[in-house]
């Protein structure tokens, strides 16, 4: 089955530094889209960033462009966000997605929280 395991969170301080992590077992990795999304506390979920099958072509929210980079390794079935010169507002639990026949899977999730 479809398996995505969040991971890399933590408290950090504003202009700090994170990566998160991604791993995905149970269907073809390198043949997917994958996403990053984020939900705040009061907030709707929103997505951050994605990134194509083969890691060509990437794209971001406009509230992270130029700090966050996504990036894989299809052969370590793993998506990776690399977080940079984070702040307070980018605080909420983050969530790798793939999209498979239509249907969403999701990460648990691993909180992000920046403060001083």
């Known amino acids: 089955q479809v398996q995505l395991v969040d991971s890399g969170g933590g408290l950090v301080q504003p202009g700090g530094s994170l990566t998160l992590s991604c791993a995905a077992s149970?269907?073809?990795?390198?043949?997917?889209?994958m996403r990053w999304f984020r939900q705040a506390p009061g907030k709707e979920r929103e997505l951050v960033a994605d990134i194509t099958s083969t890691g060509g072509t990437r794209s971001y929210a406009d509230s992270v462009k130029g700090r966050f980079t996504i990036s894989r390794e299809n052969a370590k079935n793993t998506v990776y966000l690399q977080m940079n010169s984070l702040k307070p507002d980018d605080t909420a639990v983050y969530y790798c997605n793939a999209r498979i026949s239509r249907r969403d899977y999701w990460g648990q999730g691993t909180q992000v929280t920046v403060s001083s």
């Open positions: 149970g269907f073809t990795f390198s043949n997917y889209v």
